[in-house]
């Protein structure tokens, strides 16, 4: 890092007045609000975001959220490559960082020695946000454990594939999960009760984020010796009017089924292990899914469904 002597004042010396709590909050106000003094998710205004992107057209190092950490790393170690170590990166990368906090900041943070680089008084002020700044992330951290990501579906198997998609990125996050049509899902993610919904058709509305989650596939399950067991495709047509095993719990997957088979006579089941029991020892016809948690046996099989609506393309609806 080089030593820089710029000079940031009519008189010649670094005015501090310059470096303003709300001048280097801002820039870490993903996290830290300036105005109210507390932690908060958001806090971009317009102008912020015209001057970021100016700044990134022009070519300038952007700000980023590991510099507050590594400039306390530099004030502790003294030196770029015992910090460097520390942080577990490169030498380079951490001064090409620190040049790029100065240059955001517009004064320079460090002065050096022979054999060690240490904070200037512009450095220590920064480093004294800094720490005020990490210890409100891990406050606001500590609570957003407390409150849950509320997630919606209108299927079981994609919602319990993404409550666990998101136990395994936030350990320390509840979730609430809850199985809806899809009319409600969307008032729910419009009024705020719900943080993440899955729908099996893209949303009219361009309000919301989304993306394809997953496709699941419907097929039937059946026993050697039933009259189906050498087709290697059926459809609903063909199964209409057949008794067959259902579980309650599958969502709008039994609005069509029921739809798509008026005829047929379902006997229900509302928890999915006790199911997989009676499938076990049952010889009547079941659905399953490429994601049903059922190991087949020897004497069963699985015939899929070539119908267009027995494939459903599931999608993950943000705000």
Same mark, same amino acid.
Do not use: C, Y
């Given at each position: 890092m080089r030593q820089s002597h710029a000079s940031h004042s009519d008189s010649g010396n670094l005015d501090l007045s310059?470096?303003?709590?709300?001048?280097?909050s801002s820039l870490f106000s993903c996290f830290y609000c300036a105005e109210s003094r507390k932690f908060c998710t958001?806090?971009?205004?317009? *102008?912020? $975001?015209?001057?970021m992107n100016s700044e990134k057209k022009e070519g300038s190092s952007m700000f980023t959220l590991e510099q507050p950490e590594q400039l306390l790393a530099v004030e502790r170690d003294q030196t770029l490559s015992r910090a460097a170590r520390s942080l577990a990166v490169s030498q380079p990368t951490l001064t090409r960082s620190m040049q790029a906090l100065e240059r955001a900041l517009g004064v320079p943070l460090f002065s050096r020695t022979k054999n060690q680089i240490i904070l200037n008084e512009a450095g220590k002020k920064t480093a004294a946000f800094a720490r005020d700044v990490l210890k409100q992330c891990e406050q606001f951290q500590n609570e957003l454990a407390d409150t849950p990501i509320r997630i919606g579906s209108l299927a079981p198997m994609p919602l319990e594939h993404l409550r666990n998609?998101?136990?395994?990125?936030?350990?320390?996050?509840?979730?609430? *999960?809850? $199985?809806a049509d899809g009319n409600t899902l969307l008032r729910g993610l419009e009024e705020g009760s719900f943080d993440q919904i899955i729908l099996d058709a893209w949303p009219?509305?361009?309000?919301?984020s989304c993306k394809v989650f997953e496709t699941e596939t419907l097929f039937i399950l059946v026993k050697q010796g039933?009259?189906?067991?050498?087709?290697?495709?059926?459809?609903?047509?063909?199964?209409?009017?057949?008794?067959?095993?259902l579980n309650t719990q599958i969502g709008s997957w039994e609005s069509l089924v029921r739809e798509k088979m008026p005829d047929s006579t379902f006997l229900m089941q509302t928890d999915l292990q006790a199911l997989n029991v009676v499938r076990r020892h049952s010889s009547l016809p079941s659905f399953v899914s490429n994601f049903t948690p059922y190991t087949l046996a020897s004497n069963e099989r699985m015939i899929p469904l070539v119908d267009s609506e027995a494939t459903k393309t599931f999608l993950l609806v943000t705000r």
């Open positions: 310059q470096l303003s709590f709300f001048h280097f958001m806090h971009i205004n317009k *102008a912020t $975001m015209r001057a998609q998101i136990r395994q990125a936030n350990p320390r996050r509840a979730v609430e *999960a809850k $199985m009219r509305t361009k309000r919301f039933h009259r189906f067991w050498n087709r290697q495709t059926i459809d609903f047509e063909t199964l209409n009017g057949e008794t067959m095993l």
